[in-house]
Each structure stands twice: as structure tokens, then as C-alpha cells.
């Protein structure tokens, strides 16, 4: 039996396979689900901005806007050494010794993944120098991704760390919503005023609204952020830091670098209309990421839960399925509107980005297959095998950069978008594979050792 004495109140507790009376299933549905709504209230002020950045810029000159925002947020989880998820994990450790404990260790994961943040945006900041295809050379915007990325960062720790105090709802407004509401109300804005913004300037107005949302983490309910906001760490914790986030940052390089070098690819070799076409196309299926991922992370806490019993495999892979089923059942009937009508989806974007519905159509299918997968980097990290995953990352990277070289020039954004589904199916087969099997082995030996 396992044990739910950890569980939050209210909270439902995906391995319990009891019966619940109808009312309090639904209720403790719905408290389980706040904070995936709330943070799909995020998404959709991200989709609402970038609708209207389409429609104000157009397909060529929103480019840039699309391409360097896709490939920032994209990065946000390497800026952050994975500290978010030790944030995560450690905060309700240190809850109990006080406010001061978590305001200071919070501290350090912030000093920390500035540190980090500040060496990725440099490195983004010559590429933007190299790549800027107007030839001007160093342009005052080009420091923009170099501040982006540490905010990005930040709101990443603030988010996490505020789950981890119990609040899965401010951390999902303080990690996403706040920054990206912010953003939001900034591009309405300018809609307004009689100025013309180019893509530029509305970067500027995305980083703002990062830095801003981050900083205001500072002043969120419960106090636990308001004595210090940046601290570096002494020399055992930023030891101990560095250590347990390595795995994890590596983690997140190769499922980042498998989405940046691809799209670079296509911002060289492609038209800018185009590559606006393809970006906007993820920031459809984006939607359907972030909501999944919320549903799924639901299911973590179980999923780690019960890979701690002798004979793990039935058990995890019931929350597994359920995680699968849950996800399927929100998420179906969107995705399959969706691909049967994507150039209505599109044209929301405004009649020039119709051109992307081929491409959405297949970002959508191959969303439909990983839900069918499941979460297997859940899968693998709540059972243990975090040096697999990340090994598994750097095959799926090669993997989708080798084939991105080869279908990109033949077949344009499609080709991209066929790589990451290879990708994408070879990893969901391979780590749920190796997940079963190393349980199977975890049990063989827990029968062994009775027996012996």
C-alpha cells in the first residue's frame, strides 16, 4: 500500500485506486487541476501576443521577434543548470526551519543561474551579431537575449520554488503567467499608440516583461522571497549545486539544442517568411505541450512514489496509463480539430500564414503520438534513471540534427518538423523500454533476495 501521508489536502493522489464518492473526485480533480489551468491561462496571453505581433509586423519582419523568443524559452531550463527542479525537491526540506532558510537557498539557486544565465546569453548575443542578416554589425538589440535569458531563468527558479512551498497556482502566475500577462497588455499597447514597433522593439517589451515578472516574485504571498532575492552561495552548497544540476542541465541542453539547431538551420536556409510560418506553427502545438506537461507533472509525485516499492512495475506503469489516459482525454479532441482544420488555425494569424498549415498539421500529429507515449522523461526520472535520460537526449539530438540536415533543404520547415517526430517516437519507445525493464530486473532481484 502507499503511503499518501505527504499528499496535500484536497489534493488528488493519482495511485489511489480506491472508490471516491462522485462529489469529492470532482473536487479533488478540479484542485489538482487549478494549476494546469492557470498556467494554460499563461499560454493563451502567449498565444494572444503572438497573434497580434503577426497581425501588426507580418510574416517577414516578425521573423526575428518569433525566432529569438522560440529559442530563448526554449534555453530557459540550461540558463537555469535545471535548478528549478532542486528548487523543487528542496524547499519543502528547508519549509520547516523557517522563512529565512528558503528565502537564502532560493537565493543561491538565483545567484547561481545568473551566473550560468550570463555566460548562455553572451553566447547568444554573438550569434545574434553573426547571424544578423542586415550586415550592420553590433546593434544595441543584440544584448537583449543576454538579459532575456537570465530573466527567463529566474521566473523558472521562482515558479518551482513557490510549488514547492505548497503553492502550485502562484507558482504557476509567478513562473509564467505574471510575465507573460505582462506582455501581453505591452504588445495591446502598442496597437494602440500611433507609433509603428518593429520586431525589436517588441523584444525589448518581452524582456522587460521578464525582468519585471521576475522581480515581483519578491513580493509574492507568504513572504518566503522578501529578505534576500540574490545571495552566492557558500563553497559546499555551490559544490553540492553544481553537482546535482549537471544531470539535469544536461537533460535539458540536448531536448533544447534538438529544437534550436534544427530551427537555426531554417532561419539560415529559409525565407523569413517561412521561418515566421514555422514558429508561428509551434506556438499552436506549444499549447498542447504546456498543457500536457502540466497534467502529466500531476502524476511525478506518485510516479516516484511507487518506483520505491519492491515489485514497482504494475504500479507505475497504472499511474503511467493514467497519466496517458487523462492526458488523451483533455487533450484529444483539440489536437484532432486542429489537424483536420489547420489552416483555419493558421488564418488567425492573419491570410499570409496559411502556408504553415502543412506544418502545423504535422507538429499536431506528432503531438497526438507523444501523448500516446506518456511522459518518459517523468517516466525515467521518477524511477532513477536520470544518467539514461540524459544519454537518451544526446542520441535523439544527434538524431534529429542529422536528419534536419538531410530534410530541411529537400522538403523546407516540413523537414524540421518530420526530424523531431522521428526523434520524438525513437525516444518514447526506447526509455519506456529501458524503464520496463530495469523494474522487471528490480523485481527479479527482490524475489531472489526473499527466496535466498
Same mark, same amino acid.
Given at each position: 500500500m502507499v503511503s499518501t501521508d505527504t499528499a496535500v489536502e484536497g489534493e488528488l493522489d493519482p495511485s489511489d485506486t480506491g472508490p471516491v464518492p462522485g462529489r469529492i473526485f470532482l473536487e479533488k480533480v478540479l484542485h489538482t487541476l487549478m494549476p494546469s489551468v492557470v498556467r494554460m491561462g499563461g499560454a493563451g496571453f502567449q498565444f494572444l501576443s503572438t497573434v497580434m505581433v503577426a497581425r501588426s509586423l507580418g510574416d517577414g519582419p516578425s521573423a526575428l521577434f518569433f525566432f529569438w523568443t522560440s529559442v530563448l524559452m526554449t534555453s530557459g531550463p540550461i540558463a537555469s543548470y535545471g535548478l528549478e527542479q532542486i528548487a523543487l525537491r528542496n524547499v519543502p526540506r528547508l519549509e520547516g526551519t523557517g522563512p529565512g532558510a528558503v528565502a537564502a537557498f532560493v537565493a543561491n539557486l538565483r545567484a547561481l543561474s545568473l551566473a550560468? !544565465?550570463? #555566460?548562455?546569453?553572451?553566447?547568444?548575443?554573438?550569434?545574434?551579431?553573426?547571424?544578423?542578416?542586415?550586415?550592420?554589425?553590433?546593434? #544595441?538589440?543584440?544584448?537583449? *537575449?543576454?538579459? &532575456?535569458?537570465?530573466?527567463?531563468?529566474?521566473?523558472?527558479?521562482?515558479?518551482? &520554488?513557490?510549488?514547492?512551498? !505548497?503553492? *502550485?497556482?502562484?507558482?504557476?502566475?509567478?513562473?509564467?503567467?505574471?510575465?507573460?500577462?505582462?506582455?501581453?497588455?505591452?504588445? &495591446?499597447?502598442?496597437?494602440?499608440? *500611433?507609433?509603428?514597433?518593429?520586431?525589436?522593439?517588441?523584444?525589448?517589451?518581452?524582456?522587460?516583461?521578464?525582468?519585471?515578472?521576475?522581480?515581483l516574485a519578491r513580493f509574492a504571498p507568504g513572504g518566503a522571497f522578501r529578505d534576500r532575492f540574490v545571495l552566492w552561495p557558500e563553497k559546499s552548497r555551490f559544490q553540492t549545486l553544481l553537482r546535482e544540476g549537471f544531470p539535469i542541465c544536461c537533460v535539458s541542453l540536448f531536448g533544447a539544442l534538438g529544437f534550436i539547431i534544427p530551427l537555426s538551420i531554417c532561419d539560415v536556409m529559409l525565407p523569413a517568411a517561412e521561418v515566421s510560418h514555422l514558429t508561428a506553427a509551434f506556438r499552436v502545438s506549444i499549447l498542447f505541450v504546456v498543457l500536457s506537461g502540466a497534467i502529466h507533472s500531476v502524476f511525478a509525485p506518485a510516479l516516484s512514489r511507487t518506483a520505491e516499492l519492491k515489485r514497482p512495475l504494475v504500479p507505475v506503469m497504472k499511474v503511467y496509463g493514467k497519466s496517458i489516459a487523462i492526458a488523451l482525454l483533455v487533450l484529444g479532441l483539440p489536437?484532432?480539430?486542429?489537424?483536420? %482544420?489547420?489552416?483555419?488555425? =493558421?488564418?488567425? %494569424?492573419?491570410?499570409?500564414?496559411?502556408?504553415? &498549415?502543412?506544418?502545423? $498539421?504535422?507538429?499536431?500529429?506528432?503531438?497526438?503520438?507523444?501523448? =500516446?507515449?506518456?511522459?518518459? *522523461?517523468? #517516466?525515467?526520472? =521518477?524511477?532513477?534513471?536520470?544518467?539514461?535520460?540524459? $544519454?537518451?537526449?544526446?542520441?535523439? #539530438?544527434?538524431?534529429?540534427?542529422?536528419?534536419?540536415?538531410?530534410?530541411?533543404p529537400k522538403m523546407g520547415g516540413v523537414g524540421m518538423v518530420v526530424a523531431m517526430g522521428i526523434a520524438f517516437l525513437g525516444e518514447g519507445i526506447l526509455g519506456v523500454a529501458y524503464a520496463v525493464a530495469k523494474m522487471k530486473e528490480q523485481e527479479r532481484r527482490a524475489v531472489e533476495s526473499a527466496e535466498g
Open positions: 550560468v !544565465s550570463f #555566460l548562455l546569453g553572451i553566447g547568444w548575443m554573438i550569434f545574434a551579431v553573426v547571424t544578423d542578416k542586415t550586415g550592420a554589425g553590433f546593434q #544595441l538589440w543584440h544584448l537583449l *537575449p543576454l538579459f &532575456a535569458q537570465g530573466a527567463i531563468a529566474l521566473a523558472l527558479i521562482n515558479g518551482e &520554488a513557490l510549488k514547492g512551498l !505548497s503553492h *502550485p497556482v502562484l507558482g504557476s502566475i509567478f513562473g509564467h503567467v505574471l510575465p507573460a500577462g505582462l506582455f501581453c497588455i505591452a504588445v &495591446a499597447l502598442t496597437l494602440i499608440v *500611433p507609433v509603428a514597433f518593429d520586431a525589436t522593439e517588441i523584444l525589448a517589451l518581452y524582456t522587460g516583461s521578464f525582468v519585471l515578472g521576475a522581480v489536437i484532432g480539430v486542429g489537424m483536420i %482544420f489547420p489552416g483555419t488555425v =493558421m488564418s488567425v %494569424f492573419g491570410d499570409e500564414f496559411l502556408d504553415g &498549415a502543412g506544418a502545423l $498539421r504535422l507538429l499536431l500529429l506528432v503531438q497526438l503520438i507523444s501523448l =500516446m507515449m506518456g511522459p518518459v *522523461p517523468y #517516466l525515467l526520472l =521518477m524511477t532513477g534513471h536520470t544518467t539514461f535520460l540524459a $544519454r537518451l537526449g544526446v542520441l535523439k #539530438l544527434v538524431l534529429v540534427v542529422g536528419l534536419s540536415f538531410i530534410l530541411i
